[in-house]
């Protein structure tokens, strides 16, 4: 069976990025966000994903960028339970 895309997982790969990247800006000064390349990134997340889904990743993101803090707490943060905790 042929793989899809260019790794046979383009579309997980991609989220991934675009979500460690809006959470990486996400801490830069407010003064510093680049909002409007910000909010395509989240039309880019959203298109095609359930919102739990992108939350998910962006919950995810954050526990790689941060290690030291919580990682029920930014589950919850994000609107997460601790099911998936």
């Not at 069976?1 to 046979?8: A, L, Q, R, V």
């Not at 991934?16 to 880019?44: C, G, S, Y």
Request: aromatic share 6%; net charge negative; proline share 7%.
């Amino acid at each position: 069976m042929p793989k899809k895309g260019i790794t046979g997982h383009d579309d997980w790969v991609l989220t991934e990025a675009l979500a460690t990247a809006l959470v990486a800006l996400e801490q830069l000064e407010p003064k510093h966000q680049p909002n409007a390349h910000m909010d395509d990134i989240r039309k880019l997340l959203a298109n095609g994903k359930e919102p739990a889904a992108v939350s998910l990743h962006l919950a995810q993101a954050k526990c790689r960028l941060f290690p030291e803090l919580d990682p029920l707490e930014i589950y919850r943060e994000y609107g997460i339970g601790d099911e998936y905790g």
